[in-house]
Structures are given as structure tokens and as C-alpha cells.
């Protein structure tokens, strides 16, 4: 265990040494994020995730389902920037990027972010709160519904804002929202008729984001 340790804090002091980015890079499609785990959105728009070397974990660091075995326990051990060891709930963290793939935590798991850009989009899930009434007879015939609370898990697809981290449901009102930031790609996209807007919705993020491109930082 202190061999670990030892190890974990001279990769630490290495890694510490290498904060400071060489430079920033137009990101693209060609562009790989570091792997890691992101505490907060922060790491994510910083590209300095919590490395390998720095969790405490039994398992192999090798496995190409690393992350995804690592974000099932309910806490994760691990060496934070300044080498303390601290234990953090999986729930609250961010995200994790694996393979160059960036995952983000929402209600309760991890989506693929499947387009990277100052407009982000996922394909996630909601809960969805249902009242369903059971017939109940009381006396004289008379009917008196018993109510009770059920919850089903939903897809939904999600927007999120690089910038300030805000996340919306995917819909042409929260894109509006978010296209207020380039008035007039918001003015183009409000004139359109709501069928168009529907249609056109990821034409329009889409645009946005090559008008208004994001750097992120690279470290060697």
C-alpha cells in the first residue's frame, strides 16, 4: 500500500508541475480531451481532468471500462492537485472523458456528450412523476379514487452551455435562450415558423457553434 501511495504522489508532483498549458487549440472533431475525472466543469473546460495516477482504486488501470467501473461505487478515493487524499461522492462529481470520449453526470448517470461546442448536446434521461388513481367504492356506491405516486425514467435530450454550465431540455424555447449570445442568429432563428424552428434546431446550435468556436487548453 505505501508502494502505491509512493507512486500515486510522484506522478502527483509531475502532474502538478505540467498545470500551467503550453497553449489553446480550435477545438474540432480531430481534438482529444485528456482522460480523467472531471470534479467539477470546471476540469472539463480546462481539459485537466484528475488523472489515473491520482485515483485509489483496485481496479485495472488498463480496462477499457476503467471509468465505467470506477463511477459505479458510491465514493471515489483519490489524491486531489495539492496531494491530500480525499474521498468525493460520484454523484457530485462532473464527469469523466475515457478513450477521448467525454461523459457527463446527469440524474444519476453518465451520457456521452455527442456534440462538443460552446452549445453542447447529450442524449440523457428525466424522471417523470406520475398520479395514478385507483378506483375506490366507498359507502353507498360512492367513488372515491385513492391516489399514489409513480416515477418512470424518460429519454431526453439536453443542452448544455460550455461557457457557464447551464443545462436546458432540448427545445426550441432553451435554444432561443442560449442563441440570445449572437443576435443575429437568434433574430434568423425566431423568424422562422415553429415548424421550421423544430426542424431546424440542430441546424441552428450547429451553426452557432462554428460562428462561435471554443478553445481548449493543452498541456505538455
Not at 40 to 46: A, H, R, Y
Amino acid at each position: 500500500m505505501k508502494l502505491v501511495i509512493t507512486i500515486a504522489l510522484m506522478a502527483l508532483t509531475m502532474l502538478t508541475s505540467a498545470q500551467t498549458p503550453s497553449h489553446k487549440e480550435k477545438y474540432d472533431s480531430d481534438f482529444i480531451f485528456s482522460d480523467g475525472l472531471y470534479l467539477t466543469k470546471d476540469d472539463f473546460k480546462q481539459n485537466r481532468p484528475i488523472d489515473k495516477s491520482q485515483i485509489i482504486s483496485g481496479i485495472d488501470t488498463d480496462d477499457l471500462t476503467y471509468f465505467e467501473q470506477l463511477v459505479e461505487q458510491k465514493t471515489i478515493n483519490l489524491f486531489d492537485r495539492i496531494g491530500n487524499e480525499i474521498a468525493v461522492e460520484t454523484s457530485k462529481i462532473f464527469g469523466y472523458c475515457s478513450d477521448g470520449t467525454v461523459y457527463i453526470n446527469h440524474n444519476g448517470t453518465f451520457s456521452r456528450l455527442g456534440i462538443i461546442g460552446s452549445i453542447c448536446h447529450f442524449l440523457g434521461s428525466k424522471t417523470v412523476m406520475n398520479n395514478i388513481a385507483n378506483p375506490y367504492f366507498g359507502y353507498y356506491g360512492r367513488y372515491s379514487p385513492i391516489y399514489h405516486t409513480t416515477s418512470t425514467t424518460e429519454p431526453q435530450q439536453y443542452l448544455y452551455n460550455f461557457e457557464t454550465g447551464d443545462l436546458l431540455e432540448y427545445n426550441t424555447h432553451n435554444l432561443e435562450t442560449l442563441l440570445m449570445a449572437d443576435p443575429q442568429i437568434h433574430d434568423e432563428y425566431t423568424a422562422l415558423s415553429r415548424k421550421k424552428k423544430n426542424a431546424k434546431l440542430f441546424y441552428y446550435m450547429r451553426l452557432f457553434n462554428e460562428k462561435h468556436p471554443i478553445y481548449i487548453p493543452v498541456y505538455e
